[in-house]
């Protein structure tokens, strides 16, 4: 199994969601930062490469065929050329709505990563995000640093990507893009939709509370 599929967009643009769909198309599985998360595999693999090896895109998505979301979307660049033939779907939303929903999540996340109550190797993976994302894509945790890597990124995007291999795509445009792209039957069910903002704190214990 190779990447046919590779997710250009930020998390907090509906990855989680298009994640939920591609596998639902049949087209999964889709590596996601939740594959990250729950593989010590990834783990190493990532670390690795914010340490500076070289990497085998191949390995490690090995077993996927679709990517979407972080830390995949921060390496877009190089997994077009390990994978040319692969087609992009480029997640996007208004600016000022991703900013509002990343920083209250990923945002709020990494500010507060070394007081939550995460296993220690999740918590080390996280270190080494927080390198490859805040540091590296965003520089920085404040909100114009981090529209600005925001809107560059979906520049670039457009800009390198020819039109017959790129969807711009979300969520709320449901089925019939993202099917007719892909050369696949529409279901006959809803667009699925996840990873609200409580289901995102869920998976590190809840949310911190607001600091005066």
Not at 47 to 72: C, I, L, R, S, Y
Not at 105 to 115: D, L, N, P, Y
Not at 169 to 177: E, K, L
Request: hydrophobic share 45%.
């Amino acid at each position: 199994m190779t990447l046919e599929i590779i997710g250009t967009g930020f998390g907090r643009t509906g990855t989680m969601s298009t994640k939920l769909a591609l596998e639902q198309l049949g087209l999964g599985p889709c590596h996601h930062m939740l594959e990250v998360i729950a593989s010590p595999a990834q783990h190493a693999y990532w670390t690795a490469f914010v340490d500076g090896a070289e990497t085998d895109w191949a390995k490690v998505f090995d077993g996927f065929n679709a990517q979407v979301d972080f830390p995949g979307a921060a390496v877009w660049e190089k997994l077009v050329v390990a994978f040319p033939e692969a087609k992009v779907v480029h997640t996007e939303r208004p600016e000022d709505e991703w900013w509002a929903s990343y920083s209250k999540t990923i945002g709020k996340f990494f500010a507060h990563r070394e007081s939550l109550p995460v296993p220690p190797p999740i918590a080390a993976v996280f270190a080494k995000m927080d390198q490859l994302l805040v540091q590296g894509v965003f520089g920085g945790l404040d909100r114009d640093s981090s529209v600005a890597a925001y809107r560059r990124n979906n520049e670039k995007v457009r800009a390198a990507i020819p039109a017959s291999k790129l969807l711009i795509f979300t969520p709320s445009d449901g089925w019939n893009p993202l099917c007719k792209f892909l050369g696949v039957p529409v279901p006959d069910t809803d667009f699925p939709r996840s990873n609200a903002r409580d289901e995102f704190w869920a998976h590190f214990g809840g949310e911190p509370a607001e600091t005066a």
